[in-house]
């Protein structure tokens, strides 16, 4: 009985043989699995593994607005404390609750400083990340050749990722810049008005008081710093209620977690020139927050 | 667990092994084993409903053998009312309850109930088990194992084929022995199904259900593009599915019900649906349609209308709880009306293999079910309506975008390579039955290309196998 099938097997196995080479050699020449549905947080756990991240003491979270608005070198220069910038773009709330779960674990930081806007609160929870973490620590710091089989990587889409979609640059703690010139800039965007608050802010409010509770239980120090926000996004009375209630819910989740609260709310300093849209600042802009950010970090990070 | 999962790819394998290594000299531990992997199997998508099976299982079979022992034909057909009673009523509530309430009170009223996956599959099961007892075509099985692996044999548990208690209890009853020929012809059908669910159906599914979300926003161009696709999508997917449970069963040892034999290739309305998911068909032509048609037949021509109108409507009804789907089994049924009239409805066409004619009625026919699938598609009669109205206007020439352009491009070449391979292979139970190949290389290098075409071209999202809801 055992004849046939051994031979059976070894030639079914010989004939997959060329397919896991093929794909262990595609991983070899730079063409990376994909981990998530998100490229740019793909690309985020490529340069967390480059890096060879192990200790990090600050760990920055949070979506574009911590990756391009906390600018590594400044906080390198005046903390002497490993530091990390974990953001990736178009994060939400929801999400960092999963990816704080894990990375706490993996790298015991004694701060985390989430930089928000309402962005961030509007959105639902993106369910490749809790796929990504869900799986096995040891198969995805240790076998990322698996991503390939796990979620159907065509290679035609791996060749797409890899030389014609948007560069993407990191510093070497994980931030990057956004720096784009005046004529480039959208003014669609720059005068739009997201609508604020969405079916899944009430979620977002649920995770950051998750999160809160989290890292309370944890003997970490939680710091939330709320960006800036264009000035003529709440131009009218409506908005500038909403902006306002959303601030007090955040103070009162973050605050009710031991939490620090740090509001950066302020449009005579952070004036709309600094901008590129309603919530992202200009390289400039991202200097000037992070200056002020620093100046309150100081009296907490010891 | 997605037959297109690593998950599933991990089971199998370790399932494989362990019944063809260590169970394989005794029968009652591979059927235990068969058992035990489809309780699982089934479990992983949702455990809970794992109880109904097995309730379901243990009735029908106590329902057997007493329909069996019992003499007194008033008191089997009792019990084998129960167990209509209990199967019926099982997928009635499951499936039908929300739609009987909304239809019946006219308002959003509904109860949150999640269907069990695989439920009408495994209950069709259970039924032709206690007919065919009931009416003395088979004994019912002595050993629960065998019983209870029928019901719940993974391969086709979840999306069919609805194997027969004649066809596939015998089969757990012998003894098996590892046939490589078998076993290599599984893996190649798995392959080809493979091919037809990824490349095809899943690269389709991206566009298909873009235009039916959007599609009053899009040109009528569009929409027919969609329409065509989706056609092929739900072969693709579909039989696809059947492809990879038959060959799994071949890997096994197995050898499972026919679902599809090239329906596209169909002459006519009923050519189609005598090539279109034949497990259903065949099941509901025994056991719904010639009772019927016997106790019409009096009428006449009338009577046998009626008969294949009954029957399909509860093809359309068994696809789910929605009037698109009872209004295209209508619809279908209607459509063999004029073969009952002219008393054509048996007689094949005598056609010339591969004359014009025979294109040009194939041609009828895809375009025929063209426009009948997306009453299958739509969401609800008032979207069919809607569709064909705007099928008659002027944007039907306008240009639209394609987001996912390299996605369409290989979706299409692979659509063409299927077409011409089942063409050529329309004699075999599938297209990629090519022993005929002598060459070894050859035969390797149309293997590898298909494995090449895949992992290159797969879609970016696996979508379910669309018959996982029904």
Redesign the interface.
Known sequence: ??K??N??LL??ML?AL??FI?FELLFRLGLAPVVTNSDLFDAKVRHIKQQQIRDVKLMAIGSSITLYELKSDLIKRNFDIPYYNFASWGIQVSDMRVILNDYVNEYHPKYVIMCASIGEFRGPANESYLNYFNTPRFIRNNLPE?FY??N?N????LV?RKYFEYPINFDQCGGAELIIAPKDISHKKLDSRDVFPTRYTQANYIALDSIAGFLKAKGIKFIFAQAPIKKSYANTQLYQQRLQTHFDKCKQIVEGGSGIYLNYYNPAVFTDSLFVDQYHLQDAGARVFTKEAIKDLKAIIK | MLF?S?IF?CFFTVFFLLY??VF??NLRLQNLLVLAGSYLFYAWWDWRFLFLLIGSSILNYLLGIGIHKTKNEKYRSLLLWIGLVQGLGCLLFFKYFNFFLQSLTGEFAALHIILPLGISFYTFRTLSYLLDIKYRKIEPASDWVVFFSYVAFFPSLISGPIDRPGLLIPQLQNKR????EQ??DG?RQILWGLFKK?VIADNCATFTNDVFAHYHTLPASALLLAMFLFTIQIYADFSGYSDIAIGLASLLGFQITRNFNYPFFAQNIADFWRRWHISLTSWLTDYVFTPLSVYFRDYGKSGLALAILINFTLIGIWHGANWTFIFFGFLNGCLFIPFVIRGTLNKKKKVQPGSFRTFVNMAGMFLLLIFTFLIFRADSLDMALECYRKLFSASLFSAFPITEK?NMA?ALVAIIIMFWAEWKQRDKQHALQIEFVQKRPVRMLI??GL?CFI??????N?IDFVYFKF
């Open positions: 009985m055992t046939p099938v031979k059976f030639k079914a004939f060329p397919v093929l698996y089989f796990k159907y065509s290679i035609h889409q797409w | 297109t690593v790819a063809w290594y394989s000299g022995a590892f046939n490589p076993a290599t893996l990824i390299v290989a293997y590898y494995v992992l290159v071209f797969s879609a970016t696996i």
